[in-house]
């Protein structure tokens, strides 16, 4: 029988491993050269949240979006973080429902820089409700659209759903979710919880399925130096192929096409990366997109003719 001596160091040992998965293992130059504007973001999130509590609407949407984003960038800077995209092309400008594997902490992070504005909706978040507790993350929750949800109250998912169509459905949001329910830590990905894509349907919005690759790397002990996330947006299932599907059956689907993409992708090289993505707006769009086009199906290379073959003599 153990005391509760034993039970508090046993708990405190697992709080430990724990405290260890979570840490980021950033360079000293980086941490000297980034301190300061990272302290800035953090004090202006907190400022943001507080106004915007104290006085709705006090701080724009448009302006506390574009903050989260920079924020989100320097994160993946500091962190030495980079993220390769394919099927970018499929993350429709509407409502839609963004459905991810689940590896890491940083998943909303890395989703959320991908976020052009002038390509697609903002995202919104369905998000447990300890982070709104959470000192340095409860800044950020609560300057964008996130939704609380207390996985164990049923009652809350109801209510988190309510919220989370009509984000969808009048605000034409980017609704994120992870069916899994909870990081995999790992390249595996876990079954999915049927409910999470009711949402879906109640919306009656495209289901995009995104494969999230590598990101279990960065709180790793032997992380590499630099990682190297992968992000691949599936083709979209829109409403009228899953309106009439049982969850369990759509959940099954999406599962199907983000295991498929895993395969298809985790060795690969990716052509898109973020920081490309992030530069596309209406003057320069058309240009990006036909470099991007010549990376992915380079023009054959012209063989040069050998001396032999100019004396070749043809019957």
């Known amino acids: 029988m153990t005391t509760n001596k034993e039970l508090t160091k046993h708990e405190l040992s697992e709080n430990k491993i724990n405290d260890n998965e979570r840490s980021l293992k950033i360079s000293k130059l980086k941490i000297i050269y980034l301190w300061f504007p990272i302290w800035r973001m953090m004090a202006k999130a907190k400022k943001i949240s507080k106004k915007n509590y104290k006085t709705p609407g006090f701080y724009s949407e448009e302006y506390a979006y574009n903050f989260a984003k920079k924020s989100a ?19 429709l400008d509407r409502g839609v429902i963004l459905a991810a594997n689940h590896q890491s902490n940083f998943d909303p992070t890395i989703l959320f820089a991908l ?14 409700k300890e982070l709104w507790n959470d000192k340095k993350l409860g800044r950020f929750v ?22 989370a169509k009509e984000l969808v459905v009048d605000y034409k949001r980017s609704l994120v979710i992870f069916p899994e329910g909870t990081r995999s830590k790992s390249q595996e990905i876990k079954d999915f919880h049927p409910a999470a894509l009711k949402i879906a349907q109640m919306a009656n919005a495209p289901v995009i399925p995104v ?6 790397q960065i709180f790793k002990k032997d992380r590499p130096k630099k990682v190297e996330v992968k992000v691949i947006f599936g083709k979209p299932i829109m409403p009228s192929k899953h309106i009439s599907l049982k969850t369990e059956d759509l959940s099954n ?5 983000i295991s498929e993409n ?3 992708y985790k060795d690969k090289d990716l052509i898109w990366d973020y920081k490309t993505i992030n530069k596309i707006n209406p003057k320069n769009e058309e240009e990006i997109r036909e ?6 199906n380079p023009s054959p290379k012209k063989q040069k003719k050998k001396l032999k073959d100019i004396f070749n003599v043809v019957d």
């Open 262 to 264: 895993m395969e298809k």
């Open 291 to 296: 470099s991007i086009k010549k990376k992915t």
């Open 253 to 257: 689907n999406v599962r199907k096409v």
């Open 211 to 216: 494969t999230i690759i590598n990101a279990y």
């Open 115 to 128: 976020n052009n504005f002038y390509l697609n909706q903002p995202m919104a978040f369905i998000a447990k």
């Open 73 to 91: 960038n320097r994160i993946l800077k500091a962190s030495n973080i980079n993220i390769t995209v394919e099927g970018y092309e499929n993350w």
């Open 142 to 163: 609560r300057i964008i659209d996130c939704i609380p949800l207390d996985r164990e109250n049923p009652r809350s998912a109801l209510e988190a759903f309510k919220e």
